[in-house]
């Protein structure tokens, strides 16, 4: 499953550039970038429905509400903190009680969530299976991911933070 996701990323960094320009020459509006998607998923609901078996657990459990709520609730504050983060005041915007606080509450929820995970019981589905965790291949993959993020973020930022713009970068 994950080399079919890859090679389908693979030919969408190729064909969509590609793809978008022809549409965007044809027809002169952004608009019509949209309804490329269309088809794309018309063509996976059909697939999905015909091809991939239904499957269903052995038991039914019980919703982890408890890690949900939480995990929910301090990814929001995380995010509310860096909405109202600014990159000219970065120390101003920092010290505004508005986002200490949310930043804290979004650690103190996001460390409870693991509290929680780690002390669900056998009759709830977990919201994140703590024992994957505890995976090494797991915890280098998640390292790996973040670092690419990260590197992918920051060569976006880059131009921002020196003033410029990403035309500038490209030699145009």
Same mark, same amino acid.
């Given at each position: 499953?994950?080399?079919?996701?890859?090679?389908?990323?693979?030919?969408? !960094?190729?064909?969509?550039?590609?793809?978008?320009?022809?549409? *965007?020459?044809?027809?002169?509006?952004?608009?019509? *970038?949209?309804?490329?998607?269309?088809?794309?998923?018309?063509?996976?609901?059909?697939?999905?429905?015909?091809?991939?078996?239904?499957?269903?657990?052995?038991?039914?459990?019980?919703?982890?509400?408890?890690?949900?709520?939480?995990?929910?609730?301090?990814?929001?504050?995380?995010?509310?903190?860096?909405?109202?983060?600014?990159?000219?005041?970065?120390?101003?915007?920092?010290?505004?009680?508005?986002?200490?606080?949310?930043?804290?509450?979004?650690?103190?929820?996001?460390?409870?969530?693991?509290?929680?995970?780690?002390?669900?019981?056998? !009759?709830?589905?977990?919201?994140?299976?703590?024992?994957?965790?505890?995976?090494?291949?797991? !915890?280098?993959?998640?390292?790996?991911?973040?670092?690419?993020?990260?590197?992918?973020?920051?060569?976006?930022?880059?131009?921002? *933070?020196?003033?410029?713009?990403?035309?500038?970068?490209?030699?145009?």
């Amino acid at each position: 499953m994950l080399g079919i996701l890859g090679a389908v990323n693979g030919i969408a !960094s190729v064909v969509g550039p590609n793809l978008g320009s022809l549409i *965007l020459n044809l027809t002169g509006r952004w608009n019509w *970038l949209f309804l490329v998607n269309l088809p794309i998923a018309l063509l996976v609901i059909i697939g999905g429905l015909t091809t991939l078996p239904e499957t269903k657990g052995a038991v039914d459990k019980k919703i982890d509400l408890k890690g949900l709520i939480t995990l929910s609730l301090g990814i929001f504050a995380v995010m509310f903190v860096i909405s109202n983060l600014q990159t000219g005041q970065l120390l101003a915007s920092l010290i505004k009680p508005q986002v200490w606080l949310a930043g804290l509450l979004g650690i103190g929820l996001l460390v409870m969530f693991f509290q929680f995970e780690k002390r669900v019981s056998a !009759s709830v589905d977990p919201f994140l299976p703590y024992q994957l965790l505890k995976k090494q291949r797991l !915890s280098i993959n998640t390292v790996n991911g973040a670092s690419l993020w990260g590197a992918d973020c920051y060569l976006y930022l880059h131009p921002k *933070l020196c003033g410029t713009t990403l035309w500038h970068f490209g030699g145009q």
